[in-house]
Structures are given as C-alpha cells and as structure tokens.
C-alpha cells in the first residue's frame, strides 16, 4: 500500500508538470493553429497545410499527455481516499499509483525532448576500434542490438553503407534510422564509445579481451531545412559496389563516394568530410542521398556549435580507446554500466537484444536541455 508522501509526490508532479509545459498557453495556441485550419483555401497549399497539420498535432500532444497525467493522478486520490472507507483494496490502490507513476515518468521523459532537432530522423554511424576481428564483431553487435531497438519502436532502418571485417563482423556501417517518433531525440544519448569485455571467441587462449567501437548520431534533415552546400568545396568519385547485391551490382559503377572540404566557421581550420553510399544500384538515387547525408553532417555540425552541451559529449572528439567510454558492457560480470549516469543493469542479453530504453531515459533525465536552447 502506498504512503500519503508517495500520494503527494505524484500530485506535485502532476502540477510541476502543468507549470513547466504551460499547458493553460498551449491550449490557446491549440486553439489558434486549429482555426487557420478550418481556411477554405487551406489545402490549395498541400505542403504548407501538412506542415500546419503537423504543429498542430506537436502541440495536441503535450495537452493529451498531460490530460492523461491529470486523470489518472486524480484518479489515484480517489482510490486512495475510497480506501479509508474500505471502498477499494490495497492492491487497487496500488495498481492506480502504477499507472499515474508510468504517465508522469512517461511525460517528464517527453519535456528532455524539446530541443528542434528531436523530432528528426537520424543517421547512425558505427566505427570498430583498434582490435582487429573482435572489434570488428563488436562493431556488429552494437548494429543488431540498435536494429533491435528500432524495431521495437517503429522505426524502419536502411543501410547506406557497411564495409564487412576481415574475418567476422563489420569495420563500420552507416545507419538511417526512419519513421516512428523522436529517433534523434533518444538516440543521440548514444554518442561515443562503447567498450566490451568478454571472453573472445577470437582469442585461441581463451583471455579476456577488451574492445572499442564508437557510435555517432546525427539528425536527418528533410527538405524543409535549408542547409548551405558549396558546389566549389564538393567533389564526387563512382566505383563498383561490393557485398550483397548480387553480380549485377559489381558490372556497373552505381557506388558514389563525395568528398566536402568543411571550413570551421570559428577556427578557419579545414577538414575533408568522406561519404560512400552504396545503398541502390541506381548512382544518381546515391548520389542523392549520399548529397542528404553531407547535408545532415553540416546541419549536425552548426547545431553542436550552438549546443555546447552537446559538443562535449560528441563522440568524434574522442578517441577510441580507454578512458574515453560511455558506457561498458562486461559479459563475464554480466552487466553493463554507463559511465555518465552510473546506470547499471545484469540484464546483458536483454541489453544486447534492443532493451536499451533505461540507459536513454537515465541519460535524458541527467543531462536536460536548458530554457535558453528552446525553440518552443
């Protein structure tokens, strides 16, 4: 049976949350954007009408998540104020202090998402460290247990690139993670390196070994935002594609390889950004969107340089070896820890198999965005 302190704990939960959302303004605003849809030339515009769809419904979200917190906050001091009259048990008492807990957690979770790049798509990019075949197969773990995750969460992902080890799993691939919601605004607490410890089957002697691969993420820009590409600074290079495809892929030069001379804005230092795209057997579909990737890389860049937060944690300004980690996955202790939050679970198959959610939430709990860097 809950306490009358953990009762009061979910109601000034529930009421910090209507303060820090603005809910009251939010549904003026609701009330405003819904009327610009009732226009009778609204849809003559079809992408300008989409995009105001689409603010209407980022704003409906935040008064639905918070209506359902409300309700079932109330919803639990009834129950809790029934028991004192023996008109409900214990345990129901106690499965409606669940469910206000689950909806508020759930809530808190979605006010770290505010940031404008959140709701984006993403890129993910996953390198093997120094290491040979078992960081090499370390490197194709991580792939799965990220392919995993999306697929439990709706996301569709495509390969744009991957170079196959020399022996067993990958030296990198090249992720677009798709569909579903807030694909950056999670997975971006998964930038940097992550070190495995286990007993290699790579290894003849059977020792435990010590691997590095690193994981960058970056926000897939669409076609509504606009970002600068210097023809004079972009260069492009075709070849034969390899890997799975089939002989037919080998017979022509559809694998696209851009090169773009990056200038830092601040230091004027200068730096070659290298992009392969091996994704269709069409070189002008890859050349597209190996032209979408260099865009995401250049928006990714600019944004880091106004979240300074962000910068300090990019996973490229690492290197790939000990004491620059995230977060250690120690199979033989069967746990896995993150070095930034101190989150830790024994659960290592689940980890491995996509389950993954604490270790986000744990992260976008402790590391919060700051009013100032609100677009909303």
Same mark, same amino acid.
Request: proline letters at 2%.
């Given at each position: 049976?809950?306490?009358?302190?953990?009762?009061?704990?979910?109601?000034?939960?529930?009421?910090?949350?209507?303060?820090?959302?603005?809910?009251?303004?939010?549904?003026?605003?609701?009330?405003?954007?819904?009327?610009?849809?009732?226009?009778?030339?609204?849809?003559?515009?079809?992408?300008?009408?989409?995009?105001?769809?689409?603010?209407?419904?980022?704003?409906?979200?935040?008064?639905?998540?918070?209506?359902?917190?409300?309700?079932?906050?109330?919803?639990?001091?009834?129950?809790?104020?029934?028991?004192?009259?023996?008109?409900?048990?214990?345990?129901?008492?106690?499965?409606?202090?669940?469910?206000?807990?689950?909806?508020?957690?759930?809530?808190?979770?979605?006010?770290?998402?505010?940031?404008?790049?959140?709701?984006?798509?993403?890129?993910?990019?996953?390198? =093997? /460290? &120094? $290491? +040979?075949?078992?960081?090499?197969?370390?490197? #194709?773990?991580?792939?799965?247990? *990220?392919?995993?995750?999306?697929?439990?969460?709706?996301?569709?992902?495509?390969?744009?690139?991957?170079?196959?080890?020399?022996?067993?799993?990958?030296?990198?691939?090249?992720?677009?993670?798709?569909?579903?919601?807030?694909?950056?605004?999670?997975?971006?607490?998964?930038?940097?390196?992550?070190?495995?410890?286990?007993?290699?089957?790579?290894?003849?002697?059977?020792?435990?070994?010590?691997?590095?691969?690193?994981?960058?993420?970056?926000?897939?820009?669409?076609?509504?935002?606009?970002?600068?590409?210097?023809?004079?600074?972009?260069?492009?290079?075709?070849?034969?594609? =390899? /890997? &799975? $495809? +089939?002989?037919?892929?080998?017979?022509?030069? #559809?694998?696209?390889?851009?090169? *773009?001379?990056?200038?830092?804005?601040?230091?004027?230092?200068?730096?070659?950004?290298?992009?392969?795209?091996?994704?269709?057997?069409?070189?002008?579909?890859?050349?597209?969107?190996?032209?979408?990737?260099?865009?995401?890389?250049?928006?990714?860049?600019?944004?880091?340089?106004?979240?300074?937060?962000?910068?300090?944690?990019?996973?490229?300004?690492?290197?790939?070896?000990?004491?620059?980690?995230?977060?250690?996955?120690?199979?033989?202790?069967?746990?896995?820890?993150?070095?930034?939050?101190?989150?830790?679970?024994?659960?290592?198959?689940?980890?491995?198999?996509?389950?993954?959610?604490?270790?986000?939430?744990?992260?976008?709990?402790?590391?919060?965005?700051?009013?100032?860097?609100?677009?909303?």
């Amino acid at each position: 049976m809950i306490t009358a302190d953990q009762l009061k704990d979910v109601m000034e939960r529930a009421e910090a949350l209507h303060h820090y959302l603005n809910i009251d303004q939010k549904q003026m605003e609701l009330e405003e954007e819904q009327l610009r849809t009732q226009a009778p030339d609204f849809w003559e515009d079809v992408e300008r009408a989409q995009a105001q769809m689409k603010k209407v419904k980022s704003i409906e979200k935040w008064i639905v998540g918070y209506k359902d917190v409300k309700q079932k906050a109330d919803e639990l001091q009834l129950a809790f104020d029934f028991y004192k009259d023996e008109l409900v048990t214990e345990e129901e008492v106690d499965a409606d202090y669940d469910k206000a807990m689950k909806a508020i957690e759930n809530l808190e979770l979605m006010n770290m998402l505010r940031q404008k790049e959140d709701p984006m798509d993403c890129v993910m990019k996953i390198n =093997s /460290g &120094a $290491g +040979g075949t078992e960081s090499q197969d370390w490197a #194709s773990m991580l792939m799965r247990m *990220y392919m995993r995750w999306c697929e439990a969460h709706g996301h569709k992902v495509t390969i744009s690139n991957l170079q196959e080890g020399d022996e067993a799993g990958i030296k990198s691939v090249t992720m677009e993670i798709e569909g579903g919601e807030y694909a950056y605004g999670f997975l971006k607490s998964e930038n940097g390196v992550h070190r495995l410890v286990r007993v290699s089957p790579f290894n003849a002697q059977g020792k435990r070994m010590t691997s590095f691969a690193s994981v960058f993420v970056t926000p897939l820009v669409d076609d509504t935002i606009e970002v600068y590409v210097d023809p004079a600074k972009l260069s492009w290079d075709t070849f034969r594609s =390899s /890997g &799975a $495809g +089939g002989q037919n892929v080998n017979k022509v030069e #559809s694998g696209v390889r851009l090169r *773009y001379w990056y200038t830092d804005p601040d230091t004027g230092e200068e730096e070659e950004i290298l992009i392969e795209n091996t994704e269709t057997r069409d070189q002008p579909k890859n050349r597209a969107k190996a032209l979408l990737l260099l865009k995401s890389q250049l928006y990714d860049r600019a944004m880091k340089k106004r979240l300074e937060a962000q910068a300090k944690i990019e996973a490229g300004k690492k290197k790939i070896e000990w004491g620059s980690q995230i977060r250690s996955y120690v199979f033989d202790d069967r746990r896995v820890k993150d070095h930034r939050t101190n989150y830790q679970t024994t659960d290592v198959d689940g980890v491995m198999d996509g389950k993954i959610d604490e270790f986000i939430k744990a992260y976008l709990m402790e590391f919060p965005v700051n009013e100032d860097d609100n677009d909303n």
